[in-house]
């Protein structure tokens, strides 16, 4: 169990100890050899696609969205459990291909793609996802030299965007997609550069929790690309509706209500088979696969007090998880989850604040939170950190050592 709120995933303890994977935290960290690490449970990420195989349509194809968590012993597992990848950069289409998945399975998204990133795109075979008229004209241009056709999707920007995203990527003026109302014109002009068109993108934001916004946003998408498709060159064979599907990281957030979205997929899906049966639909998920999954575990290092408050030093911080300073990109700061993973249940509690060795005082892991009193060696527990973790921190910053990563 966790100490946060209900909504969490509750975690099994062995002698008042964390267990991951079967192993409590302290063997675990004998066998990762030492702290700070990431930990992701093969079991959970397997369940978690279980549950979204069984309540959304069978005919959905489920992509992962790399740069959630790019570990390569995760993206092979996770290869072996979706039907397809998203990446969004030349080192992500390696891991793409380095963990087996076929090109024709892999999309590549993302504005300013480089000339080598997209030749390396064309030449393997992956979907291009075309955020700009210029890249149309760049990818054609590439395919050209190489000899090759180059398989492509159009990244529309629509007029709508998504309610209740913790962060919105479309909707308005965007650096992502072709705005809607350039679309048509846009394809025309493709019809004659001789570039395989297979679809649409549109992605609206992420971490969203409200299955009805969710919903209402995969209509709208549906919609506009059946009417965009009309001035496609050829029949609609990939629509990817984005994702967008948020966890609960903080007290008061609910869990999606992955029950009702699926509901209204399956109703899409009959919708799109009546309309438009050729069209494949895709899903790509990030952080609803992954974050849940993952613990960041740091040590304490020393239980200082200043002016009356407690503050547990350790040997991980921001460096290692941004997020969970509170510096990716929340307006707010807010605690994520944190527990004292040798002292889960037992033992006095007190307010403390948890902080790295970093020479900024942004350098935060838990402010003014409840946990249970520590001493040094023992281990600080951040959840929900399976998603957005390493890869997305500052780890150059102060020459530390990077952390380690298990697969468990
Ligand atoms: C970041 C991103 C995702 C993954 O977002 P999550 O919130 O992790 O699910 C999916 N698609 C695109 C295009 C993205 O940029």
Do not use: W
């Not at 069978?58 to 992509?63: D, E, S, T, V, Y």
């Not at 001789?194 to 934001?205: K, R, S």
């Not at 919903?215 to 965009?228: D, I, T, Y």
């Not at 304490?300 to 002016?307: A, G, W, Y």
């Amino acid at each position: 169990m966790t100490p946060a709120h209900a909504e969490l995933r509750q975690f099994p303890v062995l002698d008042d100890c964390l267990q991951l994977g079967g192993i409590t935290l302290p063997r675990l960290a004998e066998r990762v050899g030492g702290t700070p690490f990431y930990a992701y449970e093969r079991e959970h990420i397997q369940s978690r696609v279980a549950l979204l195989r069984s309540t959304l349509p069978p005919a959905l194809h489920l992509h992962y969205a790399i740069k959630a968590n790019p570990m390569p012993a995760l993206v092979q597992m996770m290869g072996l459990l979706v039907d397809g990848f998203d990446v969004a950069s030349g080192g992500e289409l390696k891991t793409a291909l380095d963990a087996g998945m076929p090109p024709s399975r892999i999309s590549f998204a993302g504005p300013g793609k480089s000339n080598a990133e997209l030749r390396g795109a064309i030449a393997a075979g992956a979907l291009l996802h075309l955020e700009s008229e210029q890249e149309m004209e760049r990818a054609a241009r590439i395919g050209e030299l190489l000899g090759l056709t180059p398989r492509v999707a159009v990244r529309v920007n629509p007029e709508f965007e998504l309610k209740y995203a913790g962060m919105k990527m479309a909707g308005g003026a965007q650096q992502f997609g072709v705005d809607a109302e350039r679309v048509p014109a846009m394809l025309r002009k493709m019809a004659a550069l001789g570039l395989d068109f297979h679809g649409f993108h549109l992605f609206c934001g992420a971490q969203n929790l409200s299955a009805r916004a969710i919903g209402e946003s995969q209509r709208l998408c549906v919609q506009l690309a059946l009417r965009l498709a009309g001035y496609a060159p050829s029949p609609l064979r990939v629509l990817n509706i984005g994702g967008g599907f948020g966890v609960p990281y903080f007290p008061g957030e609910r869990a999606l209500d992955l029950a009702a979205v699926g509901e209204g997929l399956h109703e899409l899906m009959r919708k799109l088979a009546a309309e438009s049966p050729q069209t494949r639909l895709v899903l790509e998920l990030g952080r609803y696969l992954v974050a849940e999954a993952g613990v960041y575990v740091c040590r304490v290092l020393e239980r200082k007090l200043s002016h009356g408050q407690v503050f547990v030093i350790t040997d991980g911080g921001m460096h290692h998880h941004l997020a969970a300073s509170g510096n990716f990109g929340q307006v707010i700061r807010k605690n994520y989850p944190v527990a004292i993973g040798n002292r889960m249940q037992a033992g006095p509690r007190e307010v403390a604040t948890v902080v790295g060795p970093l020479c900024t005082p942004l350098d935060k892991l838990a402010d003014s939170m409840e946990l249970a009193r520590v001493e040094p060696g023992d281990f600080v527990v951040v959840f929900q950190s399976g998603a957005y973790g390493m890869t997305a921190s500052p780890t150059a910053f102060l020459s530390h050592p990077l952390p380690l990563e298990v697969l468990v």
